[in-house]
């Protein structure tokens, strides 16, 4: 049932208004963590429609298996031909309105609990998440709680990940809110409309691997192709080079091995999937009622493409649902790539493989712009004075000496440089100028060092929510490192351990045994004063478990820091206390060196033998 409740309405369990039962269409859409909102067509003759104004509250369906959600009217189009379209969206655009104070967290939940304890006026609604990754969470400046939620950097979103759902003026943040049921889309079962013989045939068969060395020799697979797994109608082959792999000349076996984990790695052969289907769900159907509660599709389910000409499945999300709220059922579904924007229908994977330079592919492009430069014959070098003040300020250098005939030109002066195909005035492909830094149409190929490279979104290992890459602030956390050398694997551990007399710090570690650490901790005094502690152990007896050199740096009272050096047992035995006028020194037999007094005596001494040689 489609009902309209007044703008004021915070429950709507009652009939409100009134029904809206002279719809002539009712559609509410959904994407994940995006939009969210319902169209209707509503004749001018309709019951209840005087009582339509903007920001009215419109309960529906918003797909087959939920209750209706309230939807508050934005827009009301003038009629045509005696009817109406209205445009509404959900209820939880309303914390679009809703400003927050700045505030920080140090997880999900804490982040979305910020939202309601940090808003600058009245927020009726609650949030719940079953997230429980740790991260730093900042607003920095007010903002709307929307905002906060997701949609732009450094949001809760862009923090920590997961799927939103939205009842009323609950908002709930998943980990995961669909679930993978078993629903299987297929020809001749519930897809009834996909253009596979199309679109598939952009997906790559195969590859053709090989190494490419300096001095030009070539290793290739035996067989030279590795196909992808799968039967297809159709041949696409893509050469994919294994050059950048390898450190030395491989053999063919390793070749083909290399290109083999290739294909499984990057999925050759399977198409991902990008479509829009009108959906029948089988739960509505007679045969299938039996069973229907595992063909059910909600929003965010993983479902399962299967293509049988060619013997593959592929999974992927339903990203977006429209919900026929008048037919009650799906105008359409659209499965795909959680992560992208989806447009194309399936991705070219001939494109994907060309994206990644291969280092021969570098030295090739470096050679030619050499021969460039090498076979450049003729041009001009002229020093221009531009604005006739009889000054030159421009260096041109060019294909032409008339900047009006010229085409390939390079102008510099004091503010900047440009380079350009175009002519004498640009467009400038690539340039760099004092108040707006360097600015390159494309960069070819080589290395590309940058002291700042700003990129949002985070790395994350959903079974593991602890350990993650944000690389839009630069945080790692994890709780260990690990790398291997020569067959030894090396481990560098973070945080907390017992091996560092209960500090915190950096561990690194060889097959399991601590052979290094350098921990901060914080350690009583006696004055009874907490002060901050850093140890460093440098080698470690893996036999007698014996540490082999420890250091350490105390602080004291008064500004007292001690450097010393400790035995095994963690006992002093040598030190240097640092004073804020003396230095001392001490040894692991008790014995000590004030060098002030020791400064004395030497002076007094030095007193003593200038008298003697005087008499």
């Known amino acids: 049932m489609i009902t309209l409740y007044p703008s004021t309405a915070t429950a709507f369990e009652t009939q409100g208004l009134g029904a809206l039962p002279d719809a002539i269409s009712c559609q509410v859409t959904e994407e994940r963590n995006g939009a969210f909102e319902l169209t209707i067509e509503y004749p001018i003759t309709g019951l209840h429609y005087a009582d339509i104004s903007n920001r009215c509250i419109i309960t529906a369906k918003p797909n087959p298996y939920d209750g209706p959600e309230p939807f508050k009217i934005y827009q009301i189009s003038k009629p045509i031909g005696g009817r109406v379209k209205i445009s509404a969206q959900h209820l939880s655009y309303d914390l679009t309105g809703i400003p927050i104070s700045p505030y920080e967290a140090g997880n999900a939940?804490?982040?979305?609990?910020?939202?309601?304890?940090?808003?600058?006026?009245?927020?009726?609604?609650?949030?719940?998440?079953?997230?429980?990754?740790?991260?730093?969470?900042?607003?920095?400046?007010?903002?709307?709680?929307?905002?906060?939620?997701?949609?732009?950097?450094?949001?809760?979103?862009d923090v920590y990940g997961?799927?939103?759902?939205?009842?009323?003026y609950t908002v709930r943040l998943y980990n995961q809110r669909g679930q993978d049921n078993?629903?299987?889309?297929?020809?001749?079962?519930?897809?009834?409309?996909?253009?596979?013989?199309?679109?598939?045939?952009?997906?790559a068969t195969g590859v053709y691997p090989y190494w490419l060395g300096s001095d030009g020799t070539i290793v290739e697979a035996p067989g030279k192709i590795v196909n992808a797994p799968g039967t297809y109608n159709f041949t696409r082959v893509i050469p994919l080079?294994?050059?950048?792999?390898?450190?030395?000349?491989?053999?063919?076996?390793?070749?083909?091995?290399?290109?083999?984990?290739?294909?499984q790695d990057n999925h050759i052969g399977i198409p991902k999937v990008s479509i829009t289907v009108a959906f029948q769900p089988l739960e509505q159907t007679e045969e299938y009622k039996d069973i229907a509660i595992l063909e059910r599709v909600r929003l965010c389910d993983t479902v399962t493409v299967e293509y049988p000409a060619l013997g593959v499945s592929a999974t992927a999300k339903c990203i977006k649902t429209t919900y026929d709220v008048i037919k009650g059922k799906y105008a359409s579904v659209e499965l795909g790539d959680a992560k992208s924007n989806i447009t194309a229908t399936i991705a070219n994977q001939e494109v994907?493989?060309?994206?990644?330079?291969?280092?021969?592919?570098?030295?090739?492009?470096?050679?030619?712009?050499?021969?460039d430069i090498l076979g450049a014959k003729g041009g001009a070098v002229r020093v221009l004075d531009t604005n006739g003040d009889g000054e030159p300020d421009t260096l041109y250098i060019a294909d032409n000496p008339d900047p009006e005939q010229a085409q390939k030109v390079w102008r510099f002066n004091y503010e900047g440089w440009g380079a350009s195909s175009s002519g004498y005035n640009g467009p400038f492909t690539i340039a760099a100028s004092i108040d707006h830094g360097m600015y390159a149409d494309f960069v070819t190929a080589g290395t590309l060092n940058a002291n700042l490279v700003q990129i949002t979104g985070t790395i994350i290992n959903p079974e593991k929510p602890d350990i993650y890459w944000d690389l839009g602030t630069g945080t790692l956390s994890a709780s260990r490192l690990r790398q291997t050398f020569d067959g030894k694997r090396i481990t560098v551990r973070l945080g907390e351990n017992s091996e560092m007399?209960?500090?915190?710090?950096?561990?690194?570690?060889?097959?399991?045994?601590?052979?290094?650490?350098?921990?901060?901790?914080?350690?009583?005094?006696?004055?009874?004063?907490?002060?901050?502690?850093?140890?460093?152990?440098?080698?470690?007896?893996?036999?007698?478990?014996?540490?082999?050199?420890?250091?350490?740096?105390?602080?004291?009272?008064?500004?007292?820091v001690e450097i010393h050096k400790a035995s095994e047992s963690g006992g002093i035995r040598s030190s240097v206390l640092v004073q804020p006028s003396n230095i001392i020194l001490r040894t692991g037999d008790g014995y000590m060196v004030d060098v002030n007094s020791l400064a004395q005596r030497l002076s007094t001494l030095e007193g003593k033998v200038d008298t003697l040689e005087g008499a």
């Open 109 to 157: 939940a804490a982040a979305l609990q910020g939202i309601k304890s940090n808003a600058a006026v009245d927020c009726p609604f609650v949030f719940w998440t079953d997230k429980t990754t740790q991260a730093d969470f900042r607003s920095d400046v007010p903002a709307s709680a929307r905002a906060l939620l997701g949609g732009q950097a450094g949001s809760i979103l």
């Open 162 to 168: 997961g799927e939103y759902a939205w009842q009323g």
């Open 182 to 203: 078993g629903v299987s889309i297929r020809y001749g079962k519930n897809l009834t409309d996909l253009a596979q013989e199309e679109n598939v045939s952009d997906v």
């Open 241 to 263: 080079d294994v050059s950048q792999d390898f450190d030395a000349q491989p053999t063919p076996e390793e070749v083909k091995a290399r290109a083999e984990k290739y294909v």
């Open 352 to 371: 994907e493989l060309k994206k990644v330079p291969s280092s021969s592919t570098i030295a090739a492009i470096a050679n030619a712009i050499a021969e």
């Open 501 to 560: 007399h209960g500090g915190y710090g950096i561990a690194l570690q060889n097959e399991g045994y601590i052979t290094s650490y350098l921990a901060s901790r914080l350690s009583q005094d006696m004055d009874g004063v907490t002060r901050p502690d850093v140890t460093a152990l440098v080698g470690y007896d893996q036999e007698s478990g014996v540490y082999i050199y420890e250091y350490g740096i105390d602080t004291h009272e008064e500004g007292y």
